[in-house]
């Protein structure tokens, strides 16, 4: 079983910024990909940033050019640099991961952590 522990949410205004923490324990052998998702109230949960072990990331288009997703590797720990944030951006975050090339993302899912834009 594997454990995600996110932190780091909060109240922020418009145009703040955050920065999420997320550290994954317990039976892990390997993971591929790290990501964070969000869901908003009455909205699906959505992909909004991951990174592979090789480094290589990618986006959801409303948080190119303002979120950057980080992780490292050893100590299985993935960031994600909130900057120039929208009121649209409030949601649960949420962090998962991939084990393997190929697999889903995991049925493992943390507590979250809420992120409150308004002013």
Not at 89 to 94: H, N, S
Request: charge should be positive.
């Amino acid at each position: 079983q594997v454990q995600l522990v996110e932190s780091g949410g909060g109240l922020v205004q418009p145009g703040g910024s955050l920065r999420l923490s997320c550290a994954a324990s317990g039976s892990i052998f390997s993971i591929y990909r790290m990501g964070w998702f969000r869901q908003a109230p009455g909205k699906q949960r959505e992909l909004v940033a991951s990174i592979t072990i090789h480094g290589s990331t990618g986006y959801h288009d409303s948080v190119k050019d303002r979120f950057t997703i980080s992780r490292d590797n050893a100590k299985n720990t993935v960031a994600l640099q909130m900057n120039n944030l929208k009121p649209e951006d409030t949601a649960v975050y949420y962090c998962n991961l991939v084990s393997r090339v190929g697999n889903p993302w995991s049925d493992n899912w943390g507590q979250g952590t809420q992120v409150t834009v308004s002013s």
